[in-house]
């Protein structure tokens, strides 16, 4: 069945509007490769139209309880929770991942707002008295104004609500600009936003591309810029936010090694890093896309992990026995499939390849099968770049300590994973890599909402994270207030 082409509309001061861009991008279901709707590229004067909306909404919104606050929030806890399965359904059509990806997504968005649901006591603020004779001392959290979200394709649904509930529950207000590839289930939630009735411009929503971000980046009326995306992108957003004195938050890209001890359990480490380097297609900014074993593990674990690679079944997310849909558009592809001739080219061998896969009723979709290389430098192009596609290379090292420096060579941080049954190897790895997110026999280390979905080097730029404490961290200001209230005004102070 054709599915009908969705005109993506923007949300301002609490009504839907049709943008009058003059500029549109497409929306592609990657399985299919059917069109599935248009984007605008909303222009400077629609972002001001939607910070006005939210300057407008704040001092009323700052002045509501953060009880009440987060009334709304518990609201659109049950809503999401009601509309689960659509949600997940569109997450898969307009992403491609599997709809057991989707569900997974969509509980971490969920736990999210359950977080920022303890609002009212992660705000609270500090005191000491008689910091001197009679003078007390108060540290309060107040919102910081207007905060933008600038969100990528991978996970449309998760990562706004990295920021948003968080934000909203500190009292803030909200412009959110979806990822132009996948901006369908952001258009879903704001119809759940908008039902729970938030009083206009709390939340708003405009969409587009790289000028409507620079539109929002360059406003005055914005007060804190929360992003998450490639590392080139997360660089021009830092800096440029910054430059007009935005606190801003900027979360890139990857490129995750995972490291294998010869004391591992290879059948469980195999099964742990296919699911983190295929899993999602290896769309993840946690996803493992080199393997570095060391000293005996090399062959029992490149033996493992090709069988899996070989035996995943890819396909459209929808259908059922599916464990690995395509990446995002025909573009992606090209480039993971170009990166892997490259490295062909210049000595690889193909352990398992999965360029141009045949899938039956799918020719139109963007699939690439899981790839397996080995006999690569360090040094290499696919070794250092992040593919962003189900491509795993495997490495040989001698040591724990060859693997750490590897580790900590690279120009990303994001996450580092080590697989062991040796608890001294694992305290080591876990103290000296360099890397935001470490896992022990985990192969996506992932937070939980109630932590902060770390980061660090080239993969992280700002001070404080997504989610949690780090969260309200961000989104309020800390004022300090120094009092005195003396009984006898006639004293000499
Ligand atoms: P992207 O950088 O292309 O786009 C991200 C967002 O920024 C989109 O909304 C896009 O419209 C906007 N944008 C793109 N280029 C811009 C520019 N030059 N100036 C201003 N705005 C710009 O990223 P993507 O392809 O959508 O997402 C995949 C990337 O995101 C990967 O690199 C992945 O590792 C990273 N990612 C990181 C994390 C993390 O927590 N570190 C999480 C998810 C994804």
């Excluded at 001092?59 to 606050?69: C, I, L, M």
């Excluded at 910091?131 to 990528?152: F, H, L, N, T």
């Amino acid at each position: 069945m054709t599915q009908a082409v969705e005109s993506v509309r923007n949300y301002v001061a609490g009504k839907w509007q049709d943008s009058a861009a003059s500029e549109h991008t497409r929306v592609w279901n990657p399985a299919t490769g059917e069109q599935l709707g248009t984007v605008p590229v909303s222009p400077a004067s629609e972002v001001d139209a939607a910070v006005q909306a939210a300057a407008k909404a704040l001092p009323g919104w700052r002045r509501v309880p953060a009880g009440d606050r987060v009334d709304f929030l518990f609201r659109l806890r049950d809503s999401l929770k009601k509309n689960f399965e659509d949600l997940a359904r569109t997450v898969t059509i307009e992403c491609g991942k599997t709809l057991a990806e989707s569900r997974g997504e969509l509980q971490r968005a969920i736990e999210n707002v359950e977080v920022a649901c303890g609002t009212p006591s992660l705000i609270q603020g500090y005191n000491s008295e008689d910091i001197a004779s009679g003078i007390d001392e108060i540290m309060i959290r107040q919102p910081v104004g207007v905060c933008a979200i600038i969100a990528p394709f991978n996970f449309p649904a998760m990562i706004p609500f990295w920021f948003l509930p968080y934000a909203i529950a500190c009292g803030n207000t909200v412009v959110l600009k979806p990822s132009e590839r996948v901006p369908l289930t952001m258009q879903k939630v704001f119809a759940l936003l908008d039902a729970i009735g938030l009083p206009p411009g709390v939340v708003n929503m405009v969409n587009g591309g790289r000028a409507t971000v620079e539109a929002l980046l360059d406003h005055p009326g914005v007060r804190a810029v929360s992003f998450v995306g490639s590392s080139a992108a997360a660089r021009l957003v830092y800096s440029r936010a910054a430059a007009t004195g935005k606190r801003v938050q900027c979360q890139g890209g990857a490129k995750n090694p995972v490291v294998i001890l010869p004391d591992a359990d290879f059948v469980t480490a195999s099964d742990i890093v296919a699911d983190s380097a295929f899993g999602c297609a290896g769309q993840r900014c946690l996803a493992a896309s080199v393997a570095i074993a060391v000293g005996d593990a090399a062959n029992p674990f490149t033996e493992a992990i090709a069988q899996r690679a070989a035996s995943r079944v890819t396909g459209f997310g929808l259908d059922d026995g599916v464990q690995m849909g395509p990446v995002i558009a025909p573009d992606s592809k090209a480039r993971v499939e170009a990166l892997v001739a490259k490295a062909v080219s210049s000595g690889a061998s193909l352990v398992v390849d999965g360029r141009n896969p045949n899938i039956p009723n799918y020719a139109s979709g963007s699939f690439v099968r899981p790839t397996v290389l080995k006999d690569l430098p360090f040094a290499s192009e696919i070794t250092r770049t992040e593919i962003f596609g189900p491509v795993l290379s495997v490495h040989h090292v001698n040591t724990i300590d060859d693997a750490i420096a590897f580790v900590n060579s690279g120009e990303y941080g994001n996450m580092a994973c080590l697989f062991t049954s040796n608890g001294s190897s694992a305290r080591k790895f876990r103290y000296e890599a360099e890397v935001g997110n470490v896992g022990i026999n985990v192969g996506v280390a992932a937070p939980m909402a109630f932590f902060p979905f770390s980061g660090s080097r080239g993969s992280f730029f700002g001070d404080l994270h997504a989610q949690g404490r780090d969260a309200i961290e961000f989104f309020t200001q800390e004022k300090v207030a120094v009092e005195r209230w003396p009984k006898d005004w006639s004293r000499k102070f």
